[in-house]
C-alpha cells in the first residue's frame, strides 16, 4: 500500500449514519521489509507534524526506502558520493542560510520574469502538437510538452551549464528510483551507478560555477554542502514540477466541464492548478522522524519512529474540503492543500511550480479539448513520486 498509495481508496467502514468511508487518523503499517512506519492521514495531524520540526526531525527525508547493499554502496562511494544535510533533510543550523539562498535564486521577481520566455516556448510547443493531432496522429504530452520545461526554466534561474537535458532527466529519475522505491539489489547497482556519475559532474560545476553555486561558495559552505543543495534542486526544483504538468495534463483530459469554465472564463487557471496540486500531487508522501517520545492524535509514539506524512489523503480531508474527491476549481478549501509542505521546509519553489503550471495551462488548456487518452502516464511503485512517463493522446 505504501508504494501506490495515490491508488489506495478508504478500507475503514463508513460511520453509522455519516456515511462516510474514512481512513485512521494514524495507523502503522509495515513496508516491504518489515520496517514499521507511522502513516498519517488527517490534513490537521499531516500539518501539525510538518510545523514542529523539533518534534519531528526531517533527518530522515532522504533516506533510502530499501536499504543499500554493500555493493551499490561501493559504487556510489568510488563517485565520492554524499548526501549531508543541506534542505529537505537539514534540520541544523546551516538550513536557514542555505534556504535563504536558494530562496534568493527562486525569488518571485526573478521567477515572474521568465514567464513570458516559458509562455513563448509552449505555444510554440502547443502549435505544433495542435497540427500533428489535426492531422489525426496521436502525440505524447509528457515527452512532447511537459517533461523538460521545469528544467529549462531552472537553469536559466540558476546559471546551470548546457547540459543535456535527457541526461539531467535520467538522472533525477534514478535519484527518485534509487532512494524512494522498492528495489532488488541488482536495480540497485545499476541506478547507483548512474547517480554517482552524475554526482561527479554535479561536483564539477559546484567547485567553479556562477549563480547559486557561485553564492553558495562565497557563503563558506564546504564543497559536499554546495553539491548536496545542487542535488536535492534538480531534483525538486525541476523533476517533480515536470510530473505535476503530466499529471495535470492527464486530469484535465477527463474533465471537459472545466476545460469549458477556461474557454469561457468562468473558471480561473490559477484555482485549476490548486486543485490539481490538491487532487494530484506529485509528492504523495513525505518523511519525519520522531525525536523524542510523544503522542499524535492520541497514538503514542516512540522516540525514532519513521511518521510517513500522507499528503495526498490530506488534500483529501473532508473536515478542509467541501468535495474532497471532485475536481471543482474554487471550491472551499481548495487552496489548502499540504503539497508543498508547511513550516520551515515548505518548498522554497512553490511559486516557480505555480508560475510553470499556470503558463502550461493557460497555453495548452485549448489543445484539450476533444481528445481521447490513447495511452495513459505509468506510474511506477514509488513511496514518494507518482513519476509519470508517457501520456499519448489523440483526437
Known amino acids: 500500500m505504501l508504494f501506490r498509495s495515490w491508488e489506495q481508496v478508504p478500507t475503514v467502514p463508513a460511520d453509522a449514519g455519516a456515511g462516510v468511508a474514512h481512513w485512521p487518523e494514524v495507523a502503522r503499517v509495515a513496508d516491504h521489509v518489515g520496517v514499521e512506519h507511522l502513516l498519517v492521514t488527517r490534513h490537521a495531524l499531516v500539518r501539525q507534524v510538518l510545523t514542529d520540526p523539533t518534534t519531528f526531525r526531517p533527518d530522515n527525508a532522504l533516506d533510502a526506502v530499501t536499504p543499500l547493499p554493500v555493493a551499490a554502496l561501493r559504487l556510489l562511494a568510488a563517485h565520492r558520493f554524499r548526501l549531508p544535510p543541506t534542505l529537505a533533510n537539514n534540520g541544523g543550523a546551516s538550513h536557514p542560510g542555505i534556504r535563504t539562498l536558494v530562496a534568493d535564486a527562486l525569488h518571485p521577481t526573478r521567477v515572474a520574469a521568465q514567464r513570458d520566455w516559458l509562455a513563448t516556448l509552449v505555444r510554440q510547443r502547443v502549435a505544433e502538437l495542435t497540427a500533428t493531432l489535426d492531422t489525426g496522429v496521436p502525440v505524447d504530452l509528457h515527452a512532447g510538452l511537459a517533461a523538460d520545461l521545469p528544467l529549462l526554466v531552472l537553469a536559466r534561474l540558476v546559471d546551470l551549464p548546457d547540459a543535456p537535458v535527457a541526461a539531467v532527466k535520467e538522472f533525477a529519475r534514478a535519484a527518485l528510483e534509487l532512494f524512494w522505491a522498492p528495489l532488488d539489489a541488482d536495480r540497485q547497482q545499476l541506478l ?204
Open 192 to 395: 547507483a551507478v548512474e547517480v554517482g556519475r552524475f554526482h561527479r559532474l554535479l561536483r564539477e560545476f559546484a567547485a567553479t560555477g556562477d549563480g547559486l553555486a557561485a553564492s553558495l561558495r562565497a557563503a563558506g559552505h564546504p564543497p559536499d554542502m554546495v553539491v548536496g543543495a545542487l542535488f536535492f534542486l534538480l531534483v525538486a526544483g525541476q523533476e517533480t514540477t515536470s510530473q505535476f504538468l503530466t499529471l495535470l495534463l492527464h486530469r484535465l483530459t477527463g474533465e471537459p466541464a472545466v476545460l469549458a469554465g477556461l474557454r469561457d472564463g468562468s473558471v480561473s487557471v490559477a484555482d485549476v492548478v490548486e486543485e490539481g496540486l490538491r487532487l494530484e500531487p506529485p509528492i504523495v508522501t513525505w518523511r519525519r522522524v520522531a525525536a523524542v517520545d510523544t503522542t499524535l492524535g492520541g497514538t503514542v509514539v516512540r522516540a525514532g519512529t519513521s511518521v510517513v506524512l500522507w499528503l495526498a489523503r490530506a488534500g483529501r480531508d473532508p473536515e478542509v474540503v467541501q468535495s474532497p474527491d471532485e475536481f471543482r476549481p474554487g471550491q472551499r478549501g481548495s487552496r489548502r492543500h499540504l503539497a508543498f509542505g508547511a513550516g520551515v521546509h515548505r518548498c522554497v519553489g512553490d511559486q516557480l511550480a505555480r508560475m510553470e503550471a499556470t503558463t502550461l495551462v493557460t497555453e495548452a488548456a485549448p489543445m484539450l479539448t476533444g481528445v481521447r487518452v490513447v495511452r495513459p502516464p505509468h506510474y511506477p511503485d514509488n513511496l514518494t513520486f507518482r513519476m509519470p512517463d508517457t501520456f499519448v493522446v489523440r483526437r
